[in-house]
Structure formats: C-alpha cells, structure tokens
C-alpha cells in the first residue's frame, strides 16, 4: 500500500528535471499524476514511463502561463480521474542577465514561467478543491483528508544572486504567497508549502558548452557550478530525486500538519546559484 493511493496530483513542468522525478516518486507512492509541459514529446514519455510501471498517468500538454491551457489541464485531470487532490507547481525557468543589461523581455518570460505559471494552475484547481473540502465538511465535521499544494521557490529567493533579479523576485513573491494561500486555505485543510531548491543537476544548472546547453541554451559558467559546489556543506550537487523526496512528503499525510513554510533542500548550501 502506497502512502498516496487513491490521491489524484498534478505536477507542472514534469516532462524533465525536478518534476519529473516528482511525477514518478508520486506515482510511485501511489497516485494518479498528470504530467504537464509545454513540450508534449517529454510529457508523453513521463507518462508512458509511469503506465509501463504499472501506474496511472496522463500528458496534460500545455503552457500553464496561460490560463486557458491550466485550465484545460485541470479539466483533462477532472475528465480522467475524477477529482484534484494534489497540486506541485514546479514549471520555471531562468534568463540570467547582469541587472544593469536586464530587458523587460527577460523579466515577463521569468515571471511568467516561475510565478504566473503558479498563479494560474493554482486557480484553476482552487474551486474545486475548496469545495471538495466544504462539501465534506457539511457532512462529516471534517475534510475526509488534507489537500496540498507545493510550489518551487530557490536558495536564491534566502541568498540572492548576482544575474537573477527576474529570478530572485519571482522566487521571492512564491515564497510569499506559499504564506498568503496557507492562511487563506487551512480552514479547508488544504496545506500549502513551497521547496527550495539548491544546486540540482538539470538542464538549468548544466555547464556552458556542455550538449544540454547546446540543446536548450539554458546553464551556467562551469566556473560557477564549481563555486557553488564550494558552498554546498555535503559537497556535491543534488539530484532532482532529492527534491522529489520532499515534496513527496509535504503531500503525504506525514506532513498533515505542516503548512506556510519553505523548505531549504540544498545540502546545506550557504550562498550561491539556485
Ligand atoms: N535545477 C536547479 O538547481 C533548481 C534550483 C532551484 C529551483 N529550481 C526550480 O525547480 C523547478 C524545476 O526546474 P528544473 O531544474 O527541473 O528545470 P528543467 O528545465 O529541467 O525542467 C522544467 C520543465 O518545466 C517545463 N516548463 C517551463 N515552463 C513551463 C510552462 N509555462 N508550462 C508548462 N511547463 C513548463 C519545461 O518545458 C521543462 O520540461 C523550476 O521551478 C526551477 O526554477 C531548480
């Protein structure tokens, strides 16, 4: 018996890196996942991957800084599963840029993808989540059980980092709303929690000249994953599975009475990229 059978969850972003490992570790412990991304190729493989296990999944393809396609991922999971228990909202990306050449360009991407993206799919499960809630309360007294949201905010929303106003303000702002919405949803007993995120091994922390930044344009300098790594107390950088371990139990019943915080997961990095 899984820790989340019977529990319906949809992770954003979770076509690569750290939500794709959170997809799997969910299914894993037993839920129903939806994977979303804006890129359907990487969305379906997640998906097959979790069917292939013997789990239940779905591609919700789509671009969630756009209402309507959260919207219509939310719908696809109703559709399909009957119900929302669980929300991860983990799609981001960066546009790093020295403050005085940042562009307003680089600003509304980053925001979008980090902060509206959490915005959006967060309204679009909200109703009915909250009158899931009510509805049982009606009857029982209680919500038959807690439902979670977890968002994706960085070390450097605590740090700080040269190259990443866009970043940091939007990592910043998850931060708190993670407080706002965990006041405004607790009497629903719906728990709102954010993860931080160190120095993880995907395609945003790859090194400069590396075939993934060929590929994606997104990383780093080598020489500032090797600073990084200097300030990470256990000295090596995370896996995306490390992140996927935490935000498994924030959505788990372990974690039932936790909510409004954000958890550092960063080996006990002390300053640095995020
Ligand atoms: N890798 C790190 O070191 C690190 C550190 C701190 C925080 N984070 C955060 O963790 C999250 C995951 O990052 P990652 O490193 O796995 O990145 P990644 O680029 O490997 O994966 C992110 C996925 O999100 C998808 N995505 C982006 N914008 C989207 C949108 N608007 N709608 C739907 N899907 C979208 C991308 O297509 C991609 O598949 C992000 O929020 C990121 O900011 C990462």
């Not at 319906?8 to 972003?13: F, K, P, Q, S, Y």
């Not at 919700?60 to 119900?83: I, P, S």
């Not at 931080?196 to 400069?208: D, I, S």
């Amino acid at each position: 018996m899984g820790r989340l059978d019977d529990r319906v969850a949809i992770v954003t972003g979770s076509g690569r890196g750290i939500g794709r490992a959170t997809a799997l570790r969910l299914a894993l412990d037993g839920a129903a996942v939806v994977i979303n991304d804006l890129d359907s190729d990487v969305a379906e493989k997640v998906a097959a991957e979790i069917r292939e296990a013997g789990g239940q999944a779905l591609a919700g393809v789509g671009n969630c800084a756009h209402r309507r396609e959260a919207d219509h991922v939310a719908h696809m999971a109703l559709k399909e599963f009957g119900k929302i228990d669980i929300l991860v909202n983990n799609a981001g990306t960066t546009r790093d840029k020295i403050f005085h050449q940042m562009d307003e360009e680089s600003l509304d991407v980053v925001m979008n993808a980090n902060l509206r993206t959490t915005f959006n799919m967060t309204q679009a499960v909200i109703g009915h989540m909250r009158d899931t809630s009510k509805a049982e309360i009606a009857v029982n007294g209680e919500p038959n059980y807690h439902r979670k949201i977890v968002n994706t905010s960085s070390v450097v929303a605590f740090t700080g980092n040269p190259g990443q106003w866009n970043y940091t303000a939007a990592k910043g702002a998850v931060m708190s709303v993670t407080k706002t919405l965990a006041r405004e949803l607790g009497p629903f007993r719906i728990n709102v929690n954010a993860v931080a995120p160190g120095f993880v091994e995907t395609r945003l922390t790859a090194a400069h000249g590396s075939e993934s930044h060929a590929e994606s344009g997104l990383g780093i300098p080598e020489q500032a994953r090797q600073a990084v790594k200097a300030n990470i107390g256990l000295g090596y950088l995370g896996h995306p599975e490390d992140i996927a371990n935490v935000t498994a139990f924030l959505v788990s019943a372990d974690a039932d009475y936790v909510s409004g915080v954000t958890i550092p997961v960063t080996g006990g990095q002390y300053g640095g990229m995020g």
